[in-house]
């Protein structure tokens, strides 16, 4: 009878401690599952600049649908690179991305995010001149763009730098030439701000495979520029779609 008491012991605690394991085991795959879903298929950003003024404004709160051109795996599991997994890199792919989209990608100087629209994608030829986009041999429209410093205000020198000109230049003279061809796996970005924007007319093509989403929409925001202990909320900015 004692041998049955104390066999019945061990095996209840045993148990109750499998259960409690179960129980945390599980939690801790929910957890890994709800963070790996949060860097996989929708993250929140938020705009610390005002390089896509006025589409986004410093203060906006944006969600960014992560699945929009496929699966990538994050580029890094909580902060952590992991040597021999593909970080950053796609496991499928699902749409293209388009001209005109809003995506935040990689950047290629430093690896920060960034947060730009796409002007152009592989195969296109693309030039600025005088701040005009000529994309595949025409002047496109561009209802996005925006100057802080009107054109009857700038200098010569301004008129010379990179936010009014991109393409092939005479390494001579510095003259502009003519378009550059997107080449496969890249895009050529900007921020709608022009003036205030370090894009691809600085550091050139960004990497397809560096785009990690495309923004959707505004779920809150603040002017966080404003001087104040509690910044104000913009009421009007709530729900509104990025296009």
């Not at 049955?4 to 394991?21: E, F, L, M, T, V």
């Not at 879903?37 to 005002?50: L, T």
């Not at 496109?140 to 009107?150: I, K, L, R, S």
């Amino acid at each position: 009878m004692n041998e049955i008491i104390s066999k019945d012991g061990p095996a209840k605690a045993s148990r109750h401690k499998s259960a409690a394991r179960e129980y945390i085991e599980a939690f801790g795959f929910a957890l890994i599952i709800a963070l790996v879903m949060r860097a996989s298929i929708v993250q929140a950003y938020v705009i610390p600049s005002g390089s896509m003024i006025p589409t986004l404004q410093i203060g906006d709160h944006v969600l960014v649908n992560k699945v929009r051109y496929g699966l990538r795996v994050p580029d890094s599991l909580f902060g952590v690179k992991v040597p021999g997994l593909p970080l950053g890199q796609y496991l499928c792919r699902f749409q293209s991305v388009r001209r005109g989209d809003v995506i935040v990608l990689v950047s290629p100087v430093d690896g920060i995010d960034l947060i730009k629209r796409v002007i152009a994608i592989p195969g296109d030829s693309v030039m600025v001149k005088g701040g005009k986009i000529i994309l595949n041999g025409r002047a496109t429209d561009d209802p996005h763009a925006h100057f802080e410093v009107a054109d009857q205000n700038r200098t010569p020198s301004q008129i010379k730098n990179p936010r009014d000109n991109f393409g092939a230049f005479d390494q001579r003279t510095g003259e502009l030439l003519g378009p550059v061809t997107v080449p496969p796996g890249k895009l050529f970005v900007m921020g709608d701000n022009r003036d205030n924007s370090f894009d691809s007319r600085y550091w050139g093509f960004a990497d397809l495979g560096a785009v990690e989403g495309r923004a959707i929409m505004v779920y809150w925001s603040w002017d966080s520029t404003a001087r104040a202990t509690i910044p104000p909320i913009r009421w009007g900015r709530f729900g509104h779609i990025i296009d």
